[in-house]
């Protein structure tokens, strides 16, 4: 019994990974507003009503996609970390965003549906939160550890936060705990600058415009870590 239970399991296994997979290859022909179970099921071979006990709806499977997309963009920046020395915080923030850029330009459908335009109709369900955050989690990190050991200098001329910000920066401070309102609020800007500077690449912004985005990036990634308070990072 229980060896048929598991030879069960690992068939479901398999269809559902085959259901992902052709559905991210809807999301380069016809995008995230495009997929299509009954499109899926012919292309399985299988009835529509068999995908529908997979994944009941398209939101279903949209969620699917979107915690997948998550989770490996948040592994990819965890072993950029953890390749790191725990000390070398700039060398850190370096390679975390290397991972987030090679990931994206490995994925530049599965970026789109997951830091492009939202899916019209559709919500998110609190499932998504967790694997959203893992990759947010590793920079905010960075950051405590980095200020915990006064390796933290950010560059003076920059004006103070808003008041109202006090509250939004207190919630913050669940990933980066110890950052003063000031940092939060500067660890905020590199963090989504760095994803502005990537989806006018991944999108297509910078053609005929910048020609050596890989040195660019490395410029931009240096100057939002400065932003931030870390220290330029060593070149060998």
């Given amino acids: 019994m229980n060896a048929g239970r598991t030879a069960r399991e690992r068939a479901r296994a398999e269809v559902t990974r085959e259901i992902t997979e052709i559905a991210r290859r809807q999301l380069g022909t016809e995008g995230a507003g495009g997929l299509n179970l009954r499109a899926i ?15 009941p709806s398209r939101d279903d499977l949209l ?3 979107i915690i997948d997309a998550y989770n490996a963009v948040g592994e990819a920046v965890e072993r950029a970390d953890v390749a790191c020395e725990p000390e070398d915080h700039a060398g850190r923030w370096r390679a975390v965003c290397h991972a987030v850029r090679d990931w994206a330009l490995a994925h530049p459908h599965e970026y789109a549906l997951i830091y492009g335009s939202p899916v019209p109709g559709y919500q998110a369900p609190v499932d998504t939160v967790a694997p959203a955050m893992r990759d947010t989690v590793v920079y905010g990190r960075i950051l405590a550890s980095a200020y915990a050991a006064g ?7 920059f004006p103070a936060p808003p008041d109202s910000f006090a509250g ?9 705990p110890g950052l003063p309102d000031d940092l939060v609020a500067r660890a905020i800007a590199a963090w989504t600058g760095l994803f502005g500077f990537l989806s006018f690449e991944v999108f297509g ?8 985005r890989a040195a660019l990036f490395d410029h931009t990634v240096d100057t939002l870590g400065r932003l931030a308070g870390l220290p330029a990072p060593a070149r060998g």
């Fill in 168 to 176: 939004d920066a207190e919630a913050v401070r669940q990933v980066m």
């Fill in 41 to 55: 099921a012919r292309e399985l071979g299988m009835v529509s009503s068999a995908v529908y006990r997979y994944f």
């Fill in 151 to 157: 390796a933290l200098a950010p560059p003076d001329g």
């Fill in 63 to 65: 969620t699917a996609l």
């Fill in 205 to 212: 912004q910078f053609a005929n415009v910048v020609d050596d």
